[in-house]
Nanobody, 123 residues
Framework: QVQVAESGGGLVQAGGSLRLSCAAS????????MGWFRQAPGKEREFVAT????????AYAGSVKGRFIISRDNAKNTVYLQMNSLKSEDTAVYYC????????????????WGQGTQVTVSS
């Protein structure tokens, strides 16, 4: 079992950058695929990015590809989401999640979720 907690959200101007962090508990962190999802008001939760166990593989939603970078540090039990060139449509609550399924974009395949961190991009 693993617990995750996000941090690093905030208010940023369009075109700016933010880095989200997700700290996980548990000795088996490196055996989980990690993912980032987001949910805007009135919309369903959507996939943002996922990263494999060792960090050697990653995948992104088309809307963020080329702007966001997911990474992980298994020694620190932490996964990151570097968000660059932010747009107003990136405004959402961002969630970190852990999964035993390999690099899924489906939120139903993720077993453990954080409480989320708010990202607001002003235009």
């Amino acid at each position: 079992q693993v617990q995750v907690a996000e941090s690093g959200g905030g208010l940023v101007q369009a075109g700016g950058s933010l880095r989200l962090s997700c700290a996980a508990s548990g000795r088996t962190f490196s055996s989980y695929t990690m993912g980032w999802f987001r949910q805007a008001p009135g919309k369903e939760r959507e996939f943002v990015a996922t990263i494999g166990w060792s960090g050697g593989r990653d995948a992104y939603a088309g809307s963020v590809k080329g702007r966001f970078i997911i990474s992980r540090d298994n020694a620190k039990n932490t996964v990151y989401l570097q968000m660059n060139s932010l747009k107003s449509e990136d405004t959402a609550v961002y969630y970190c999640a852990a999964s035993t399924t390999w690099m899924s974009a489906n939120p139903s395949n993720y077993d453990y979720w954080g409480q989320g961190t708010q990202v607001t991009v002003s235009s």
